[in-house]
């Protein structure tokens, strides 16, 4: 009986296990766990922490990129899914983990090229050892660092002078027009288009290049020559004054814009400035040259700068049109390029203006004054932190600015201080702009990526343009000399074209101009050459006209005066 008792207890305890089974009464056994997502924590570049949605700066080319995760990684979803490339394309690399696998230690195969953009980048193929995938695809993004290996052999510091302004002198000498002689507008646009202003610069550069050897007198004569019968003889010209543009061929107005289809008094400026340098360079007693004086002196006693007072205001305007009269109504008020311009109509005999135009007109009754202080330099004249330099340029390729002041400023302080306060704005790169430093500096107009700026402390977009610090030998030598040597040797091989300099890049776009302009070329020959001889100084300030315009009629003072 107790066996059969037993045998029962135990069928029942069995049947008991076996209703518990059927009739779910605890439910099923336990689920298998859900994957863990895998999310990255942290990026680095080396040791320094990576920015994600901004572009990272200044990345060794041989980078230890570490990407770390919440979770261990599975190894074998690593290769397919986490990369470096540059433009899209893979470059070689190999994978370390460290951690406990949640580091992805990332090394490139070979070192990275210099100013380059690459990108690191991790697929939803990525899982982590618990099945999870990463959630969405990242991406980050860098910048290498600049190669500072000379791009060129080194040579001496006047060997290099020499080479810059002989190879950027090729862009009026090689690329000038074949009927005008006149410097295209740029070097990247329409082969017809030539520029007033920028051809008064070229003009400059002549002297220039046949001091240094690199044409000779007769050739810069010829071409002179050339230049001075087209302006005379074929040029349109409106009061005297000529446009914005011409045709090179033909010698019509290419219109600037709309209703700046006529005369652009500041851009005559130019050209006269440039005239009456040659004027006084080529000085012999040869029929050609003699000739060519008299020519040059036709073209400047027919402009008709009082004219362009519209009536008898005590101010000059910019423009006049045929067919728009004085529409854009744009005053020529300071401070600003156009110093020269109200210098040169002083100093007509012909259509002189007298000094209360200058004073209300440009001086603005003094308005134009500033004084405060920037960067430690105190400003005479202009807008807070001086603007774009140009402004310290264009008045000053041929008016010497050491020693010359009037009521409102000394100009040797002025063009200083301006130049240098745009040197420390550089040098301290208050919006932290990738490659700005005391060696790469200058801010002035120039192209910019998808366009045209007037680059300058207040409107800075992170494009340096070589023509700024370039032309500021005369004001800032070592500094310009530091950003010369920069430009050429470190740069040389981005920036370096057959005209010299490219207009303009930016190391933080990795941009560089395929353009030369002409305004921006013919300042880098003529101030270089100021700072090197004072040559074109001295040339215009020569002039008779000149030195009674500035000293009788304006008030001016300086040496040469």
């Known amino acids: ?57 200044n990345i060794r080319p041989n980078p230890a990129i570490r990407l770390s995760f919440n979770n261990a990684v599975d190894r074998s979803t690593v290769a ?76 001496a510091d006047n060997a290099l002078l020499d080479l810059v302004q002989q190879q950027t002198f090729k862009y009026f000498w090689d690329y000038g027009h074949p009927v005008s002689g006149l410097a295209r507008e740029r070097s990247n646009s329409g082969p017809e288009t030539v520029t007033t202003g920028g051809s008064g610069f070229g003009i400059m550069a002549i002297p220039v290049a046949i001091n240094r050897g690199f044409i000779s007198r007769s050739q810069g004569l010829a071409r002179m020559q050339t230049i001075v019968s087209f302006l005379k003889n074929t040029a349109q010209k409106f009061h005297g004054a000529f446009p914005h543009w011409l045709n090179g061929s033909t010698g019509v107005v290419i219109p600037f814009s709309t209703k700046d289809d006529g005369a652009d008094l500041v851009e005559t400026s130019y050209l006269m400035a440039g005239l009456l340098t040659a004027r006084q360079y080529f000085d012999g007693a040869t029929a050609g040259e003699v000739n060519l004086r008299s020519d040059i002196n036709t073209l400047w006693n027919a402009v008709e700068w009082n004219w362009f007072r519209q009536g008898s205001q005590n101010v000059l305007y910019w423009h006049w049109s045929p067919n728009y009269a004085w529409q854009m109504n744009h005053k020529i008020e300071g401070w600003n390029e156009c110093l020269i311009t109200y210098i040169l109509a002083a100093s007509s005999t012909t259509f002189g203006i007298p000094q209360i135009v200058y004073k209300e007109g440009f001086a603005r009754n003094g308005a134009m004054q500033n004084g405060n202080t920037y960067y430690g330099y105190q400003l005479p004249l202009g807008s807070a932190n001086g603007g774009p330099l140009f402004f310290a340029h264009y008045s000053f390729l041929g008016i010497n600015p050491n020693g010359l002041s009037d009521t409102y400023a000394n100009y040797q302080t002025q063009v200083t201080n301006h130049t240098k306060i745009n040197y420390e704005y550089c040098r301290a790169n208050p919006r932290a702009y990738f490659g700005y430093s005391n060696l790469c500096w200058g801010l002035t107009a ?82 270089i050459e100021n700072h090197r001889s004072g040559l074109v100084w001295n040339l215009l300030t020569s002039c008779p006209e000149i030195k009674n315009g500035m000293k009788n009629v304006l008030g001016f003072s300086a040496p040469y005066l």
């Open 1 to 57: 009986m107790r066996l059969i008792r037993e045998g029962l207890v135990i069928v029942s305890a069995g049947a008991i296990l076996a209703s518990c089974g059927k009739g779910g009464d605890n439910g099923p056994g336990p689920s298998p766990l859900p994957p863990v997502p895998i999310a990255l924590t942290v990026a680095k570049f080396d040791n320094t922490v990576a920015l994600t949605g901004f572009t990272n700066y």
């Open 80 to 155: 397919t899914a986490i990369s470096v490339k540059e433009s899209g394309i893979p470059v070689s690399a190999g994978f370390a983990y460290e951690n406990g696998d949640s580091t992805v230690l990332l090394s490139p195969s070979a070192a990275l090229k210099a100013l380059a953009k690459y990108t690191v980048t991790a697929t939803t193929a990525l899982k982590s050892v618990k099945g999870g995938a990463l959630s969405t695809d990242l991406g980050i993004t860098f910048v290498t660092q600049i190669d500072s290996t000379d791009k060129f052999p080194v040579i």
């Open 446 to 527: 120039s192209d910019i990526p998808f366009g045209y700026n007037a680059n300058e402390p207040n409107n800075d977009v992170g494009v340096i343009a070589p023509t700024a610090a370039l032309s500021s030998f005369p004001y800032t030598p070592t500094e310009s000399m530091n950003a010369l040597k920069f430009f050429y040797y470190k740069l040389g091989d981005k920036i370096w074209k057959q005209y010299g300099f490219a207009d303009a890049f930016s190391l933080k776009d990795l941009w560089y101009a395929d353009s030369h302009l002409a305004i921006d070329q013919g300042p880098i020959i003529v101030m």
